[in-house]
């Protein structure tokens, strides 16, 4: 059983910034891409950002120059910093992460979501 809990969201005003968290815990071997994904009302959910074990990334091209994922392997933390945030950011973004299990088994994990608004 592995758990992602996640942190930091809220409502900010456009131009602000946030910084999200998502902690994974339980029957942890390894993960490898660990990533934040996003929905908005009436949308279907889409890749933000995604980094590798290795410290690789990749961002969607509407967030790229404004937002920076980063991780802890040590402490199985993704963290997603926010900037110059825009009222098209306003989302319900949820974690995602590949794990290896202590039972060598694959899974992809997601978190409960965590609710960042903006607003103009």
């Known amino acids: 059983q592995v758990q992602l809990v996640e942190s930091g969201g809220g409502l900010v005003q456009a131009g602000g910034s946030l910084r999200l968290s998502c902690a994974a815990s339980g029957s942890i071997f390894s993960i490898a891409a660990m990533g934040w994904y996003r929905q908005a009302p009436g949308k279907q959910r889409e890749l933000v950002a995604v980094?590798?074990?290795?410290?690789?990334?990749n961002y969607a091209d509407s967030v790229k120059g404004r937002f920076t994922i980063s991780r802890n392997n040590a402490k199985n933390t993704v963290y997603l910093q926010l900037s110059s945030l825009k009222p098209e950011d306003t989302a319900v973004y949820y974690c995602?992460?590949?794990?290896?299990?202590?039972?060598?088994?694959?899974?992809?994990?997601w978190g409960q979501g965590t609710q960042v608004t903006i607003s103009s």
């Open positions: 980094i590798t074990s290795g410290g690789t990334t």
């Open positions: 995602n992460a590949q794990v290896v299990t202590t039972s060598f088994d694959y899974y992809d994990y």
